[in-house]
């Protein structure tokens, strides 16, 4: 199913054609209405009317979400307070949170993508949602809650937290999708477990996903633990929030970007050049649609590729392979980048190990050691030392062949890893801060 | 003969022994005989208690990762080379012990030793072919 044929089977021509059109109007846009792009543009060089043709993108800075920091709170907005008529914030970990504007026709815009991205993952009206992303100043809740409405499904603001409570409206209720970071999705199948309820038997048959990058594995491991179809959303609160790219049930083979709004690229993180089709880099996005605050060239620091064949679906619009982390995410262990959704699939792959990990790094002297908690479990579980033991060599071993880090491994005791109610917190970097 | 032990792994943090007993005590379960194996980061505590079913439903309420294994208890006279007779026995008759622990009978002046054996059918087979009395599980639950 197709929530909007027009637009999302476009042609690759016609939808190049309609991203240039709306490029231009876009920087025209921000050099007249943004001081900061006026600045970044003037000190390039580069006038609105250099922009001919979408190769002319690369020649336009990037937008880093240093720049949202500094603009805080409006300094960034393209239109007057009068037409913004929605605002929300990521919560920054270090100081100011970055502030999003939205105008009508952008709430307008963000509610048909999320439309698009519910249908494109398999639901639709008659559908009961269950929207466990928090509602607030996060941008997931409120995001997912208007696409599902606009669908026609039956929403549920069940909003994060209250997992006991979740569970009892899901079963009384027959919600049939889930909506949520997929860390919680395991969390709801664990307390389901503990609660004597058979989560496998409930009425769910689709959890849309996202917040937070997570592997194949995981995947696996969610839609055999709550039998549903696991679908990978992504979204990013500086763009727009969740629904800037979805996975098609069809292929569940890369997200799918909506290109009639977003103009991908991937850069080198390093040198910032494009690099050639197919290439791993990090992500970078053009709003070509919004009036509140129009990105150009967002670096949205996540490491991916671009897929441009043709989807099975039938939609035209290019595709991200899922994410391999965040490269704020990406750990540098001396000398080495690592992950942690490598770490995660390395101990997916070991026989019985569940996915409740933490990462603790810190410097002893002028070296940094890594290391990894993993929870023991009945499965894992041996009464002789030297099997347990053995168990953590062979996860120090796989880890030291697949990513060429050396680690201590801790068995920990059963749920002695915080669940996450929201984004799990995989890392913890107790490495003083160079000065 | 075979007696079931109740292993709990435990991390390393001062308080979580405390913990188990307590858990136990609270249900009114008995602890029969104990032994700690433990590494600088965790360790695994053993037991033979007297209601190991209610044992291991408690434990699990608790959120502890537990297991049942089996094991035999020995009656060791308590005079010089009677340990030395039973192993000797045990590795003529290639069974190898993975561990063992002892403690000492209230009553008499036999030392149980507890064993945790690679093949435990093959080990009671060899010791008692060899005269070695092999306690009944009851007498063990119920020291
Ligand atoms: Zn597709």
């Known amino acids: ?435 | 003969m075979k007696v079931e032990q109740i292993s709990i792994f435990i991390e390393n943090k001062s308080g979580r022994l405390a913990e188990v007993t307590g858990v136990l005590g609270d249900n009114g379960i008995n602890i029969r005989a104990l032994s700690l194996a433990d590494t600088s980061d965790f360790g695994i505590l053993r037991l033979i208690v007297d209601d190991s079913e209610k044992a291991l439903k408690v434990l699990r309420e608790q959120q502890f990762t537990v297991s049942i294994t089996h094991v035999i208890g020995v009656a060791v006279p308590d005079s010089p080379g009677g340990l030395t007779t039973i192993l000797q026995i045990l590795d003529k008759s290639g069974v190898n012990v993975e561990y063992m622990y002892a403690f000492v009978e209230r009553s008499g002046d036999n030392a149980v030793i507890i064993f945790r054996f690679d093949d435990i059918d093959e080990a009671i087979t060899a010791l008692a072919n060899n005269g070695i009395n092999i306690l009944p599980s009851e007498r063990i639950t119920s020291i």
Request: charged share 25%; net charge negative.
């Open chain 1, 1 to 435: 199913m197709i929530w909007n044929d027009d637009f999302e089977t476009l042609p690759r021509e016609a939808l190049k054609s309609l991203q240039l059109k709306r490029l231009q109007q876009t920087v025209e846009k921000v050099y007249a209405a943004v001081p900061f792009y006026r600045n970044c543009f003037d000190k390039s060089g580069i006038k609105p009317a250099d922009i001919k043709s979408l190769d002319d993108l690369q020649r336009l800075p990037f937008t880093l979400k240093q720049d949202m920091r500094d603009s805080y709170p409006y300094g960034l907005f393209a239109v007057p307070l009068e037409q913004i008529v929605r605002i929300h914030a990521s919560s920054g970990t270090t100081g100011k949170p970055t502030v999003v504007g939205y105008s009508r026709r952008d709430i307008d815009n963000w509610t048909e993508l999320m439309a698009r991205s519910f249908v494109a993952a398999g639901t639709n009206r008659g559908d009961i949602i269950h929207n466990a992303y928090g509602y607030g100043l996060f941008t997931g809740g409120l995001g997912a809650h208007y696409g599902a409405e606009r669908v026609g499904a039956s929403v549920i603001p069940m909003s994060g937290g209250n997992t006991k409570k979740q569970l009892m409206i899901m079963h009384d209720f027959g919600s049939t999708v889930l909506t949520c970071t997929p860390s919680y999705s395991l969390y709801l199948a664990e307390v389901a477990a503990d609660e004597g309820i058979d989560i496998r038997q409930l009425k769910l048959k689709v959890g849309i996903l996202g917040a937070e990058p997570w592997s194949e594995n995981m995947r696996q491991e969610i839609e055999n633990k709550l039998n549903i179809k696991a679908i990978d959303i992504y979204g990013l609160s500086e763009i727009l929030g969740p629904g800037v790219g979805i996975e098609c049930i069809e292929a569940q083979n890369g997200l799918h970007i909506w290109e009639d709004h977003f103009i991908p690229e991937i850069i080198d993180p390093e040198t910032g050049e494009v690099l050639p089709d197919g290439e791993k880099g990090e992500l970078v996005i053009t709003t070509i649609t919004k009036e509140g605050i129009p990105l150009i060239r967002y670096r949205t620091r996540d490491i991916t590729r671009l897929i441009k064949e043709p989807c099975i679906c039938g939609r035209t619009h290019a595709r991200i392979e899922r994410l391999s982390g965040r490269s704020d995410d990406m750990m540098i262990i001396r000398g080495v980048n690592v992950f942690p959704s490598q770490i995660e699939s390395v101990l997916f792959n070991i026989e019985g190990v569940e996915p409740h990990y933490q990462l603790i790094i810190e410097r002893d002297g002028n070296l940094d050691t890594l290391e990894i908690q993993v929870e023991v479990n009945e499965q894992t579980f041996s009464d002789e030392i030297k099997i347990l033991q053995g168990l953590s060599n062979k996860i120090k071993k796989d880890i030291k062949d697949l990513l060429g880090v050396t680690c201590k491994v801790r068995l920990v005791e059963p749920k002695t890893i915080a669940r996450s109610e929201g984004k799990a917190r995989r890392v913890i970097d107790n490495r003083q801060k160079e000065s």
